[in-house]
């Protein structure tokens, strides 16, 4: 009885996540990003809390971007900084003209939780009327990051572009997992912002225009769910004024951003489940979609590693065994190579599709990684998931 549920359990993961493998396989990856394309006026926004280090490191690539001057700015807010951030900002602003600080003091009542409040006051102070995010702790991949995002809206009705946000890449187990579950999530929102379904995108790569955030003030709902989520300053904003027609994906390596990753579990872990509060807000078909796609995974590894497993290691009169006993001749058991046989084909089709997505997001280096993170994603999930109910702290750092 246990044999033939928990065959049945694993039949039916292996087919919905090969009908998702197909799905994610025939979502758009190439970039047709066009450096020449018309320039549109842009404001840069980020925020900084105890950045000196990154602004001093990063912010100059940013500032360096090969873009008329007189129609791109960068806005900084630091939000109530004590380390050496105001004077690492006094000094860019010296050299760059188009570089505008806005500080938060201590004495000021922060209105919003989060980061979120930093960035409303960049929004406020941002002339231009497209709008462009990163972080303090980030870089472009090049001097082109602004006008390949930025060629994404010049002949389109898109006024949001979804971008990708890499990590630099370090050694150990660490920064692999955190690399291979960003290229992960990335295919998961671009693949359903192709499909008309767009829900999330990365707050350190990220643009839209200040029109779509008319009205929200306004929703009582919307501004509920935002001022008493800490995070969500990225996808809680895409739930709500992204469509299928306004939204675009550039893709392009040259238009990625890419962050400091996180150095220790804790820090890292600390940082997911501030990030995972946000996801019980998303459309609930979507919150469907993701949930089942996460679910049919887990069970996949779980129930059907363990099948593969007892049928090499149990003796041909046990039901999970490769073999099975007619009278006193051991005969095939054809179910148990089935089970096996999709379990194999399974991860071979993800392992092929994750190589197409690593060439187009640049992380080709990850692709030996594969299956350990796919594994690591299922154990992740498991452990993950309660903090989808749960209150985080209000502070973003």
Not at 201 to 219: I, M, P, W
Not at 370 to 392: E, Q, T
Request: net charge positive.
């Amino acid at each position: 009885m246990l044999h033939s549920l928990l065959t049945l359990i694993a039949l039916i993961a292996c087919l919905i996540q090969l009908c998702y493998a197909v799905f994610f396989a025939l979502s758009k990856r190439r970039d047709n990003s066009n450096i020449n394309a018309i320039k549109i006026p842009t404001s840069v926004i980020i925020c900084a809390k105890n950045e000196a280090i990154n602004l001093q490191q990063f912010l100059p690539f940013v500032l360096a971007q090969d873009y008329p001057q007189e129609l791109f700015e960068v806005i900084v807010v630091n939000d109530q900084s004590t380390d050496d951030t105001a004077e690492v900002l006094m000094k860019f602003a010296a050299q760059y003209p188009n570089l505008k600080i806005i500080t938060i003091t201590k004495e000021i009542v922060k209105t919003l939780p989060g980061k979120k409040y930093a960035l409303s006051k960049g929004i406020a102070a941002a002339k231009f009327e497209h709008l462009l995010l990163t972080d303090a702790d980030c870089k472009p991949a090049s001097n082109q990051w602004l006008s390949l995002i930025n060629s994404k809206v010049k002949s389109q009705k898109s006024k949001l572009v979804l971008g990708y946000g890499a990590y630099e890449d370090h050694p150990g187990i660490l920064n692999k997992f955190i690399r291979w579950e960003t290229a992960h999530t990335c295919m998961q929102y671009t693949s359903y912002a192709t499909a008309g379904l767009p829900y999330m995108g990365v707050g350190r790569n990220l643009a839209y225009s200040k029109s779509l955030l008319q009205g929200l003030e306004s929703d009582v709902a919307f501004q509920e769910i935002y001022t008493n989520t800490p995070s969500g300053d990225d996808d809680l904003l895409i739930c709500k004024i992204a469509t299928k027609d306004n939204v675009a994906v550039c893709l392009n390596k040259e238009a990625h951003t890419i962050s400091v990753p996180q150095k220790t579990w804790a820090t890292w872990w600390k940082q997911k489940t501030r990030h995972m509060s946000t996801g019980k807000y998303y459309p609930q078909k979507v919150k469907s979609l993701l949930a089942l796609y996460a679910l049919s995974h887990c069970l996949y590894w779980f129930v059907g590693l363990f099948l593969v497993v007892m049928a090499f290691a149990t003796k041909p009169d046990s039901p999970f065994s490769l073999w099975e006993i007619d009278c006193v001749v051991k005969m095939p058991n054809y179910l148990t190579r089935l089970i096996i046989l999709l379990f194999f084909i399974r991860l071979f089709v993800y392992w092929l599709n994750a190589a197409h997505w690593y060439k187009a997001l640049n992380e080709k280096k990850l692709l030996l990684f594969y299956p350990l993170g796919d594994l690591g994603w299922a154990l992740y999930n498991v452990f993950l998931s309660p903090y989808i109910f749960w209150k985080n702290r209000q502070a973003w750092k």
